[in-house]
């Protein structure tokens, strides 16, 4: 079983920056889409960065130009970079790793969760 464990998540001023840090218990190579939700309380959770196996990423409209999503393949972690935070960058952060079967079915894992709070 895939675990995903999320890390540096905290209390930041708007305008600050924080790293967040995912473990992954196998290759990070060996997904297709790594990525990074954010869900606040009441809304669903919401895709903010995702990184392809064969290098290419994509951004919401929120946080493009501010975050950036990363992998480190010697150490198995995902990282999103997150700059000139605002407000609503505020909620529960999650880590995804996501494989894409030959049946045409996915494996999904997620980790437990981070708090990101934006304030001042």
């Known amino acids: 079983q895939v675990q995903l464990v999320e890390s540096g998540g905290g209390l930041v001023q708007p305008g600050g920056s924080l790293r967040l840090s995912c473990a992954v218990s196998?290759?990070?190579?060996?997904?297709?889409?790594l990525g990074w939700y954010r869900q606040v309380p009441g809304n669903q959770r919401e895709l903010v960065a995702s990184?392809?196996?064969?290098?290419?990423?994509k951004y919401s409209d929120s946080v493009q130009g501010r975050f950036t999503i990363s992998r480190d393949f010697a150490k198995n972690t995902v990282d999103l970079q997150m700059n000139s935070l605002k407000p609503e960058d505020t909620g529960v952060y999650y880590c995804n790793a996501e494989r894409r079967m030959p049946s045409g079915s996915n494996d999904n894992y997620w980790g437990q969760g981070t708090q990101v709070t934006v304030s001042s």
């Open positions: 990184a392809f196996r064969y290098g290419s990423s």
């Open positions: 196998a290759s990070v190579f060996s997904f297709d889409v």
